[in-house]
């Protein structure tokens, strides 16, 4: 079993930073890309930033340089910093990751449980 566990969430005022990671634990082989999902109230759930394991990245428009997702040099974990956070910013953030869990060539998609980023003042 795959896990994926986020941390680095909270409350920030417009302008401020915050650093999310996230850990991928238990029965894995490899795992391909890494990336984050965002889903505000009501909205659909979409796609922020992707790393691949070559290191190519994909942003949405609205986070391009302010937003910049990383990962470690064992690959299993991934980071987004966001800076200069804005209001649209808030939603809760999920991690996901496609991992190959007995390394026979077939990915999945894993999700983590989420954590919330709220932009206030």
């Known amino acids: 079993q795959v896990q994926l566990v986020e941390s680095g969430g909270g409350l920030v005022q417009p302008g401020g930073s915050l650093r999310l990671s996230c850990a991928a634990s238990?029965?894995?082989?490899?795992?391909?890309?890494m990336g984050w999902f965002r889903q505000a109230p009501g909205k659909r759930r979409e796609l922020v930033a992707l790393?691949?394991?070559?290191?190519?990245?994909t942003y949405q428009d609205s986070v391009k340089g302010r937003f910049t997702i990383s990962r470690d040099n064992a690959k299993t974990t991934v980071y987004l910093q966001m800076n200069n956070l804005k209001p649209d910013d808030t939603a809760v953030y999920y991690c996901?990751?496609?991992?190959?869990?007995?390394?026979?060539?077939?990915?999945?998609?894993?999700w983590g449980q989420g954590t919330q980023v709220t932009v206030s003042s």
């Open positions: 790393i691949t394991s070559g290191g190519s990245t």
């Open positions: 996901t990751a496609e991992g190959d869990p007995l390394g026979l060539g077939h990915y999945y998609d894993y």
């Open positions: 238990g029965r894995i082989f490899s795992i391909n890309a």
